[in-house]
């Protein structure tokens, strides 16, 4: 589905009021919990050895709550029902040090105990509130599962609430890959509560063996710890019937308080590939004379060493229009195969952004894996060339592209550091910033950023918009406010929607916004940027300053 500019960022507007408060001491008991609502970030500090006791009412749905802070504080989470006793999720480390519950509750009253790792664990921190409708299963394990024989069958896109309910249990599932090669992606993280705190996963083939070999599958087993609670693992399998198992794990736990017993989600996410190779079309060493692939498919070419007359290929775009998990590789080809490639991925102007020069495990040399999150209104092309890991070489090779809607997007604020000269008039450039690093836009939360360096008490617009490429449909960006008599200024925003602020005597104001609580409009990126009235800095009268992205989702 997609989503009208105006409609996203009215819709942003029209959140209800955003709210950040200061922690209320004493909340050191149960009984003394500060009452919060959803949606709301707390400015709060620990005391070693302290508990901060919160408590909050839900209408049934998700909640997730995280920390952060400009300085790592060791937090520990705990979760419990409504009268503070019977303790529904625990969690240490999930952001780095800083923890993070995200569950799925009945209406109800919760309590939640905040904790430092150790006795001397002491600092401020901000802790946020946020719930979003309620994150469906698309069904659940089917008892008995406890081996090979009785193993629930899974696919691609299956969200399952499962549970391990004594010591001895464990889930067995199957899955059956039918493309030549698949990649796949399983997440064992929470469900419903209360939650378990520890689990093992095991792999193993048609035959029950434990699958092997590792340098060719990939790890075959791994247990979740106190600090990595949640387990995430990818791969790249031919076709064939694996199984995955679940069960609890002999780790220690390492905290003070744990569920033994209790639910867990899993999550699989396929993305077939390998199927039926087209031939690549030369030239295709530009993005204008790009091949198109789509995702999904695969494309067999060749490519000559870095100093010849074919170094690389590229293919795209891929212009992608929702959430999506991308897996690729490139393997030998069948004549004058290439042993060793990089695998570049580039921007939608063709620049490059990161590259891969190993990963495919599956391919008897050197060649490239990588498998990546893709966010809404973006577009993207790969490109490969030689040399990889190796000398420059020549030969054939085959590029496979696996695709699947993606479970969730990672939330983030990234700045630009632009107009660096586009100073006020008090010799500084407004700036864009966050408190902490870690601060997100989370939907169903409260993100809080600021603009600083102002002259006092002077007037801007933040102007938010979904491009900072085009403003109004057709002006590139940035645009030279220079043109206008505001030299080394430019706006890199579309002003799609603005608001007015007046900042402080110290030149700073706190941005508070209450982001939308539904997963509709995850993975949406939403540009911003100050335009400063400051009429002594230059003829104009205005400046700018550097701009950032939002990118709606999860943590």
Known sequence: MRLHPLLVLSTLVAAAAAQRVSETEPNGTSAQAQIVALGVQIDAHLTAGEQDWFGFTTTGGHVAIHSHAAIDVDTVFELFDGSGTNLLAVNDDTDGLFSMLSVNLAAGSYRLRVTGWGPTTAGDYHLEFGATATIAATGSESEPNDALAQADAIAGGDV???????????????????????????????????????????????????????????????????TAIRSSEVRSWPAGTYYLVVRHSSFPLGLGNAVAQGNYRLRVTTMPMGASPTVESEPNDTIQTADPVALGSGIAGSITGSGGADPSDIFGPFTISSPIVVQFQTMQGNANALL???????????????????????????????????????????????????????????????????????????????????????????????????????????????????????????????????????????????????????????????????????????????????????????????????????????????YARKLLGER
Request: charged share 15%.
């Open 340 to 546: 060793d490639s990089t695998i570049r991925l580039l921007d939608g102007n063709g620049d490059p952004v990161t590259q891969w020069t190993v990963g495919n495990l599956l391919s008897p040399t050197s060649h490239a894996r990588a498998t990546v999150n893709f966010a809404r209104n973006e577009t993207w092309y790969l490109e490969v060339r030689s040399p990889g890991t190796a000398v420059s070489q020549a030969g054939s090779y085959v590029l496979e592209i696996g695709a699947s809607a993606s479970p969730y997007v990672l939330a983030g604020y990234d700045i630009a550091e632009v107009n660096g000269l586009c100073l006020g008039s008090n010799g500084l450039r407004p700036t864009l910033a966050v408190d902490t690093p870690t601060e997100r836009p989370v939907l169903g939360t409260t993100f809080s950023r600021r603009v600083k360096f102002l002259p006092p008490f002077a007037p801007f617009f933040l102007i938010e918009g979904l491009s900072d490429e085009l403003a109004l449909g057709s002006l590139p960006l940035p645009y030279d406010l220079g043109l206008n008599g505001a030299p080394d200024c430019y706006v890199h925003v579309d002003p799609v929607a603005t608001a007015l602020y007046l900042g402080n005597a110290g030149g700073s104001v706190e941005l508070n916004s209450a982001l939308p609580n539904s997963v509709m409009f995850r993975g949406i990126g939403i540009y911003e940027q100050a335009v400063v009235l400051d009429l002594p800095a230059n003829t104009l009268g205005i400046t700018s300053s550097s």
């Open 160 to 226: 399952l609430d499962a549970s391990l309910s004594n010591a001895g249990d464990q889930d067995w599932y199957r899955l059956t890959l039918t493309a030549p090669r698949t990649g796949v992606w399983f997440e064992i993280v929470e469900g419903g509560t209360p939650w378990v705190s520890n689990h093992r996963w095991e792999i193993y083939d048609a035959g029950g063996g434990a699958l092997g070999p590792t340098s060719t599958f990939g790890s075959n087993a791994g247990d979740s710890s106190p």
